[in-house]
């Protein structure tokens, strides 16, 4: 009998790396870095702030305007929080290719109304990914 995984030797083969597809609390998560603009636009603009936070990991950093800086879920909820007050809508700018490298992606955008995003997300173990540094507009 050979164990499962294993070939007829009894070596392991090597498993093919596993793509998570699927949802968190329901909502979708990014399986490539690329995913991660599109759906925070489709959160801002549904009013979704708990799952704008779901893009980010634990202790992110976001640039905010103004030159500060929040640190952490807790601190990124409340700038979101305090942007879906006024009920903005975000439009889908043209989306620049991730670079990646190992488990850590570049994600940049170039506004519709002219800014540039430059974002780090990283790949967790599940194989999905999430920023850990956001940067909403470089030119600011």
């Known amino acids: 009998m050979v164990p499962v995984g294993a070939d007829r030797r009894g070596f392991s083969r090597p498993r093919p790396p596993v793509k998570y597809v699927g949802t968190v609390s329901g909502r979708e998560t990014a399986v490539s870095p690329q995913d991660l603009p599109r759906l925070l636009v489709e959160r801002v603009n549904a009013g979704d702030l708990e799952g704008i936070i779901d893009l980010y990991e634990m202790g992110a950093v976001?640039?905010?305007p103004g030159g500060g800086i929040a640190v952490g879920r807790d601190a990124i909820r409340t700038f979101y929080g305090e942007l879906l007050a006024t009920r903005p809508t975000f439009m889908a700018g043209a989306q620049l290719p991730a670079l990646e490298s190992g488990g850590l992606a570049l994600t940049s955008t170039r506004l519709v109304g002219g800014g540039v995003t430059a974002e780090i997300?990283?790949?967790?173990?599940d194989g999905t990914w999430l920023w850990v540094v956001?940067?909403?507009d470089v030119l600011e």
Do not use: F, S
């Not at 997300?121 to 173990?125: F, I």
């Open 62 to 64: 976001l640039a905010l």
């Open 134 to 136: 956001d940067r909403p």
């Open 121 to 125: 997300a990283r790949r967790q173990q």
